[in-house]
């Protein structure tokens, strides 16, 4: 079941649609759907950096989940998200330029904080 449709149930809207209308409310839904995950992702990615020098990054993922609520499945989507940008910011695979997802991320200081709690 999909975010809006647990935030705006059948009921509410009890008038069909034709199944043109209805494909194109499924492509906008989708498309929605994706801009509040990236949004998530964005901001836990935030979160992480802004915690790094006091906690390590699945607890400060586990933080933001909760402080901001986030509903599971899409916790777990947000926090696999999250884990995948943390591994090729700390990692960097070898991928093709072109098949990458084109996210605007923000840059991160993961490596500065955990020095700092190396050497600290």
Not at 79 to 94: E, F
């Amino acid at each position: 079941m999909s975010i809006l449709n647990r935030l705006f149930p059948e009921t509410l809207f009890p008038r069909k649609l034709s199944a043109d209308a209805e494909q194109r409310v499924r492509l906008l839904q989708a498309r929605a759907e994706e801009a509040l995950i990236r949004t998530h992702v964005e901001n836990a990615l935030l979160f992480v950096d802004t915690l790094s020098p006091d906690v390590g990054y699945e607890r400060a993922l586990d933080i933001y989940v909760r402080e901001m609520a986030v509903p599971e499945p899409l916790a777990s989507v947000v926090a696999t998200r999250a884990l995948v940008t943390l591994g090729d910011a700390l990692v960097p695979a070898a991928h093709d330029e072109g098949t990458a997802e084109a996210v605007p991320m923000p840059e991160l200081r993961l490596d500065e904080a955990a020095a700092r709690r190396r050497h600290g």
